[in-house]
């Protein structure tokens, strides 16, 4: 067998790149919802009948098949980063080595060899393994970048205790996207319980993501009409603040929120039955939040903020302040996420076509988002510790408290999100939840 016709076997048997270019599923079942009711959703006209999706099961061996492909490819990195970045680190450390040509190897193989490798490979591996779906982009992206920020953490002295004990260990710590937990004997380990909460609460998920996305596919993911267009020249600062502009924010954010959360639990089962422990990956941050630095650095998107915080914030902490170490991290993470973009909408053959069409996303936006909230982040040291603020906390429930929090980034939330509606992304996603779809006369 050649190397591109196993690229192709893997495509077609594995990732299932034709079954999940779009979704063909037809209803399992079929049923009436009442006008009256109908109404309360703005939802009357084009009949009342509705069909019942159940999850494609093809969409999960994919995701897992993807897991296990992004794990082989950060394992082989690990060996170099634990031989040439690790060991060299450790050998400075202990006063083996002084000021030298040597020194410097941690650097010359971090940045000169493993984080291009982590940038320029997921283009040649959406082709050659033709990934198509959207969801499978991004976690093929998703394993690139983990190895990117883990080769930083490695460089600078940052990695978390006792991963560096070993190249077994290494291996461990970044063949999950998902942070595996470490104690002075090694890895943490899982126990049958924690396998049944992480199942049960996966499926729980799949049902209420399943459910929430009907509700959204409904207005095509956004319930008011978008003003602004997809460019990066497009976006009218005003109109982030206007009631439909927050309604169409609030609702994508807690999308993404029940998206990561639904993924998370799903990885952290898989991670369970193979006996690891692993980190939990969202927080309820759009309703438990007490602050924006808790929303983004204790609640959200936890891997991400690990990785940013030992591979980006410590390192510049180092020699410069607080908020000069947050600012570098928000725009670190902006990058990153105009990055992913390129990854999830790359060309799915070398003509540059796509299936079902290629979407161009507004580069500039991602970062734009995150830097309005180093801002917020930067207001957050300069006043939080106001009066007025700490009579909130106080006073008002956490739900309420968590809502304004949120609502310091819903103005420009559109600027990260707006692709990921335009495009077929959540379509994509889609394919894996049971749906509620309405039926054509």
């Known amino acids: 067998m050649s190397s591109s016709s196993f690229g192709k076997w893997v495509g077609h048997n594995l990732l299932f790149s034709d079954v999940l270019e779009s979704d063909s599923r037809s209803p399992c079942t079929t049923f009436s919802i009442p006008d009256y009711f109908l109404k309360l959703f703005h939802m009357e006209g084009g009949g009342n009948k509705f069909g019942l999706l159940a999850p494609q099961i093809e969409f999960w061996i994919a995701l897992v098949a993807s897991l296990i492909m992004g794990a082989l490819f950060s394992s082989c990195l690990s060996c170099i980063i634990y031989h040439f970045i690790v060991l060299p680190r450790k050998e400075i450390n202990t006063q083996k080595r002084k000021k030298n040509l040597e020194s410097m190897t941690p650097f010359i193989v971090g940045?000169?060899?493993?984080?291009?490798?982590?940038?320029?490979?997921?283009y040649y591996g959406l082709r050659y393994f033709m990934i198509k779906n959207k969801i499978l982009k991004f976690f093929t992206g998703v394993a690139q970048?983990?190895?990117?920020?883990?080769?930083?953490?490695?460089?600078?002295?940052?990695?978390?205790?006792?991963?560096?004990?070993?190249l077994t260990q290494l291996i461990t710590y970044t063949a999950f996207p998902v942070e595996v937990k470490f104690d002075s004997k090694g890895t943490v380990k899982s126990t049958w319980i924690d396998v049944k909460y992480y199942l049960i609460n996966w499926i729980k998920y799949i049902v209420i993501l399943g459910m929430y996305s009907s509700i959204l596919l409904a207005y095509d993911y956004q319930p008011y009409p978008n003003e602004e267009g997809p460019a990066m020249q497009d976006i009218k600062l005003l109109n982030g603040f206007s009631r439909q502009q927050l309604i169409n924010n609030l609702s994508v954010a807690i999308m993404f929120q029940v998206y990561l959360t639904t993924f998370g639990f799903g990885i952290n089962f898989l991670a369970s039955l193979c006996g690891f422990q692993l980190t939990p990956f969202m927080l309820n941050p759009m309703f438990e939040s007490s602050s924006p630095s808790d929303f983004w650095g204790k609640r959200w998107n936890l891997v991400m903020h690990g990785m940013l915080k030992r591979?980006?914030?410590?390192?510049?902490r180092t020699k410069y302040s607080r908020l000069a170490a947050s600012m570098a991290t928000f725009i670190a993470s902006g990058v990153f996420h105009e990055w992913l973009l390129s990854v999830m909408f790359y060309p799915d053959s070398e003509d540059g076509t796509c299936s079902p069409i290629c979407y161009h996303?507004?580069?500039?936006?991602?970062?734009?988002?995150?830097?309005?909230?180093?801002?917020?982040?930067g207001l957050e040291y300069a006043i939080g510790g106001a009066a007025i603020f700490q009579l909130f906390h106080k006073h008002l429930p956490l739900t309420v408290v968590s809502l304004m929090v949120a609502s310091t980034a819903l103005p420009a939330a559109h600027w990260f999100t707006n692709d990921y509606v335009r495009s077929d992304f959540f379509k994509d996603g889609q394919i894996g939840f049971p749906l509620i779809i309405r039926m054509s006369d």
């Not at 190895?147 to 070993?166: H, I, K, Q, T």
């Open 111 to 122: 940045f000169g060899i493993v984080m291009p490798i982590c940038i320029v490979s997921p």
């Open 145 to 166: 970048i983990t190895s990117f920020f883990r080769c930083s953490e490695a460089m600078f002295g940052f990695l978390p205790s006792n991963v560096d004990d070993s």
């Open 311 to 316: 591979g980006v914030y410590k390192p510049v």
């Open 361 to 377: 996303p507004g580069y500039g936006r991602n970062t734009l988002f995150f830097v309005w909230n180093a801002i917020v982040i």
